[in-house]
């Protein structure tokens, strides 16, 4: 009955709707009237339809997704109280943040289903005796570890690497060749560009040339048959771009790893972006990390994290965590955004903006690759120069207010006063020290005018 309905109808081409609208509009510029220019490169038009998918890339999505949990670890007791009770409310995996070799592997993982849980392991140090430790006492379990090095990653937001280029790699090497018990031990940190301002084919070329670097290493040194990374990404404010970026990230790995001839697949974690969050009408945030949350699921991501929306400036809290928490539960238990998998497949547009970032990313991966590779660039300032000149635009859309943050620099609230709530310093930290690199920054939009607003309430 419904094929011989839509049958009544022919088929109406591009070209027949452009002159529709085009007719429409009355003699009125069709490219300056209704087609976008993002500052990604892309220009958006006014309508998609099954023209613009012909050529369209075709990535796998993950059957489900899984309710994560950031917990910082400063005592494993602690924390481990913390970890079994965000559990039983709804957290279905766990990232630990382990600053020092101190922390107890053993007193932190107590009494957690370790074949159930899915965990992540992020550490502010590197060393190959504390990883040994811990891979001794997993041994026999039957666990769900994602275990996150990225030395490259620690030289591009630091400057410098762990200890030395050599030791690092020495290190590196070791633990790779030791990690067949864990699902990934090499992480990619994508966070960093997105929250330092690059476009979306930046992020995701810097992202590909960034696990490139780890795997010209390993195909040199070992064999890395089931080299099966994790991309740590943040998600931005642009809705549909967004879920674009994750599956043309899917893409653009499968299709590296395929000239390697190693599992297509990749792990991803995600979670919102810093770069748009704003200390003033902080309430505001919650929006922002439902929509950027969304974006990651539907996107694709393997598990989602997300920001509390008062983190830039309270210390970790009970009501801003549950909120968190609470904002994932609703989309998986009340919006059921985990019944059906890889749900943006056959959005034209949302098929398009795919095929479009990863072909433009591609070509930036393409030039890095050809002047030496992802190192060699950093280390002349190529990548770090790239950011800044694309963030710089975007922070002047924000300054001119075509870029809006509502509450922050559109319909502020002068009686919002912010200067006896701050917990955390939330602004970019300027510590004078010798780097081996210019350090790529994360930098929020709102600083500045965040900065001479309280300056203001002090002087009142």
Aim: hydrophobic share 35%; net charge negative.
């Amino acid at each position: 009955m419904m094929e011989s309905l839509f049958q009544e109808f022919d088929e109406v081409s591009a070209k027949q709707w452009k002159q529709k609208i085009q007719f429409d509009l009355k003699g009125a510029d069709y490219n300056e009237k209704l087609v976008y220019k993002s500052l990604d490169g892309i220009n958006i038009k006014p309508f998609y339809n099954t023209e613009d998918v012909e050529d369209s890339i075709k990535t796998p999505s993950p059957k489900n997704w899984n309710i994560c949990e950031h917990l910082y670890v400063v005592s494993a007791e602690k924390t481990n109280k913390r970890a079994l009770e965000v559990l039983s409310k709804g957290t279905e995996s766990l990232w630990f943040i382990i600053p020092n070799e101190e922390i107890s592997i053993e007193d932190l993982l107590k009494s957690i289903d370790l074949e159930k849980t899915i965990i992540y392991f992020s550490f502010s140090f590197f060393s190959e005796n504390y990883f040994k430790r811990f891979r001794e006492f997993l041994k026999g379990k039957k666990i769900q570890i994602f275990v996150q090095f990225d030395i490259v990653g620690n030289l591009a937001r630091s400057g410098n690497w762990f200890h030395n280029l050599q030791k690092d790699h020495e290190i590196l090497d070791a633990l790779f060749s030791n990690s067949e018990d864990f699902k990934s031990v090499i992480s990619v940190d994508a966070t960093l560009y997105q929250n330092a301002g690059a476009t979306i084919p930046q992020q995701l070329a810097y992202t590909l040339a960034h696990v490139n670097e780890y795997l010209n290493h390993f195909q040199e040194k070992q064999n890395f048959e089931n080299f099966q990374p994790q991309f740590l990404i943040a998600s931005g404010p642009n809705y549909f771009f967004e879920i674009a970026k994750i599956k043309a990230l899917r893409w653009l790995y499968a299709t590296l790893a395929s000239e390697y001839k190693i599992p297509e697949t990749c792990h991803i974690l995600a979670q919102p972006t810093k770069r748009n969050k704003t200390l003033y009408d902080f309430n505001v945030n919650l929006l922002r990390t439902t929509t950027e949350s969304m974006s990651a699921v539907l996107g694709g991501a393997d598990t989602v994290y997300n920001m509390p929306y008062d983190a830039i400036y309270h210390k970790n809290n009970e009501f801003g965590d549950r909120i968190a928490r609470n904002q994932l539960l609703v989309m998986k238990h009340e919006a059921y955004l985990d019944k059906v998998a890889n749900a943006a497949e056959g959005a034209y547009y949302i098929e398009n903006l795919s095929q479009q970032f990863a072909e433009m990313a591609l070509d930036i991966f393409k030039e890095i690759e050809k002047s030496g590779g992802f190192l060699k660039q950093l280390k002349e300032g190529v990548i770090q120069r790239k950011i800044k000149e694309s963030a710089r635009k975007e922070q002047d859309q924000f300054d001119k207010g075509e870029l809006v943050l509502i509450g922050t620099n559109k319909f502020e609230n002068p009686q919002d006063k912010m200067k006896d709530e701050l917990e955390l310093y939330p602004f970019l930290k300027q510590n004078p020290r010798k780097t081996l690199i210019e350090p790529i920054l994360e930098r929020r939009l709102s600083e500045q005018l965040e900065q001479e607003r309280l300056k203001q309430e002090k002087a009142d």
